[in-house]
């Protein structure tokens, strides 16, 4: 079945240091990409999606590429704030339906 | 627009009980999907609905159910509650079934079995 597999965090950085959350997944035909971010006490948000191979999404400064060869979907940002401490999330989604195949999550701590 | 609303937003049940969770979509949405979030087993898919018909359905127990009415609204409900059931439960709402359509969360409703 299909699977997503984010790296383990947390991830601490400094204010204004570069982010990268590696995400790759395993799936049948060609499914999107997303990345959702969740904040302390709420549900879920989109921050970025990708609907076909070398699609990049971008957001807020976010960035990723989805990238089929390697069958990654990497979350990139040039300059985390601290507003930017969340848990962040890789998912896909097959063809049919709306089911969404998550990774395990990936804690973001931005120090000031 | 309204976004996705989820009532209760806390509920606290005994084991053995059951409870019936409720989702408004976003209006003119026909998708409604759910999800439970643990800390162990992370975010996990329970059931999409589409159209008052149950489109998937994950590997859950059959003690887990859940329904659509006609104005997209759906509940879901778990019955014989066990302590593992407790969770935050995600649904999102979405304005077709499939393709690359975003689909939209509420805030959750953080149940506790005790």
């Known amino acids: 079945g299909d699977s997503v597999t984010q790296m383990e965090g947390p991830v601490t950085l400094s204010e204004e240091a570069f982010l990268t959350i590696n995400c790759t997944y395993t799936a049948t035909g060609y499914p999107s990409l997303f990345w959702y971010v969740q904040y302390p006490g709420e549900g879920l948000q989109l921050l970025l999606k990708?609907?076909?191979?070398?699609d990049k999404g971008s957001n807020k400064g976010f960035e990723a590429t989805y990238r089929k060869e390697t069958t990654s979907f990497h979350l990139e940002k040039g300059s985390v704030q601290v507003s930017d401490s969340a848990v962040y999330f890789c998912?896909?989604?097959?063809?049919?339906?709306?089911?969404?195949?998550f990774g395990g999550g990936t804690r973001l701590m931005v120090k000031p | 627009k309204a976004g996705v609303t989820q009532t209760p937003r806390y509920l606290i049940k005994t084991r053995g009980q059951q409870v019936t969770l409720s989702c408004s979509p976003i209006s003119g949405h026909r998708s409604v999907s759910w999800y439970q979030q643990t800390p162990g087993q992370g975010l996990q898919f329970l059931f999409e609905?589409?159209?008052?018909?149950?489109?998937n359905k994950g590997n859950f127990p059959g003690r887990f159910s859940g329904r659509q009415f006609s104005n997209s609204r759906s509940e879901m409900n778990v019955s014989t509650l066990e302590l593992g059931d407790s969770a935050l439960y995600l649904c999102?709402?979405?304005?077709?079934?499939?393709?690359?359509?975003?689909?939209?969360f509420g805030p959750g409703t953080r149940l506790t079995v005790t």
């Open positions: 609905y589409f159209s008052e018909t149950q489109r």
């Open positions: 990708a609907t076909k191979a070398d």
């Open positions: 998912a896909l989604k097959g063809n049919a339906g709306n089911m969404l195949t």
């Open positions: 999102a709402s979405s304005p077709e079934s499939g393709g690359a359509y975003e689909q939209y």
